[in-house]
């Protein structure tokens, strides 16, 4: 059923006031269900919870479907309850959340769909410590005919509701320590600007992302950097060789062993990066309510075996650098089926760590900043959480 702009016109909404950071008028705003935009959500989300409140990520895939050219204005996202808005994005702050795989375009141009285009929005929903955490959410998309060739853009503005979203309580999944002491840096830890949030991988005809909350975990030592030398090899480095630990009692499903180890910081690893080798030496753990997946591990120390049974704390392997790696570190990631790529990536929480501090900036302090030290105030055990991006935490002995 086509509607038509009179039949649009007859569902004006009464606005009081213009809609924050776009220059439209109230009385030009229409409600308008039927949008040619598909709005898909691959991977529903959990709060999470963190030292400075709750998080939920999650992506908005979008796709066009008629030559009619759009242009994204704004997106309200509404606690589906109260209908409280919990984010407004629009302008520079739109941008910034926006990914148009495998297109080069211009700020400006990014926000417009013409028939067939497609884009990715990367979510971050935060609440504050005690804030209420919405069980399901709605978004509310502001949009326009974009300006074509010869003509300017219209003026009327479409708001279209997608359905209710819903947000779980809380991740399904909590594990124990995969690392024991302290010192251990979350680089690329909780947050939506991690590097790893964003790895969309198109494997067996699926787009996913398997890495959504992986974390790097590197050890600073007691002189506060991560190894003992300015040029250092592998064994300088004071998280190498650290055993790993079953983060629950489970099945090992995957283990990829003898791949040789990088420099540390060259330009060239010891092996081609492909879909195989881009983990390393790896074991995959399946708990029963996820895989779990350790990356980059140390040849030759893997003490397990596809189809045996492990025990939470039962030591698993060492931490090394193998793979698509150019340092020794721990990659951690939690996903629906055990692959490294092929799999969605599912929320999760430690049952219990300590904060000791933060970096900000870690690719600046890693060139020159001075060395780490532990946080006058560190908030001691964490419980139930993961630690944020550029977090500094320690796993109990």
Known sequence: MVMTNRLA?????????????????????????????????????AWIAARDGAH????????????????????????????????????????????RPGRNDGPGSRLHL???DMAVLFIELRRLPGEALPSAVRHAWYLRRAAGEGEAPSERVWLMESAAMPIAPAPAVLLGPPLRGSGWLAANGLGNDADHRRTLFAIDGQVRISQRYAIDFVRIGTNGRVARADRPGNEDFFGYGAELLAVADGIIVAVHDGMPENTPFSESTAVEVTLETIAGNHIILDTGDARVLYGHLRPGTIPVRPGDRVRRGDV??????SGNSDAPHLHLQVTDLPAALAAEGLPFIFEDFDWQGRIDDLDAWMAAGPPWEP????????????PLDGDVIAFPD
């Open 9 to 45: 016109l007859a569902l004006l909404l009464t606005v009081l006031t213009a809609i924050p950071g776009v220059a439209v008028r109230a009385e030009e705003i229409v409600r308008q269900a039927a949008v040619p935009l598909d709005v898909r959500v691959p991977a529903m989300p």
């Open 56 to 99: 939920a990520l999650y992506e908005l895939h979008l796709v066009s479907y008629r030559a009619l050219p759009l242009e994204l204005l704004q997106l309200d996202i509404l606690d589906a309850g109260s209908g409280a808005v919990l984010a407004s994005l629009a302008g520079d702050a739109l941008l910034q959340v926006l990914a």
């Open 114 to 116: 013409a028939g067939g």
């Open 316 to 321: 698993i392997g060492q931490l090394g650098n």
């Open 375 to 386: 946080a006058a105030m560190a908030s001691g055990s964490r419980r139930a959480e993961l």
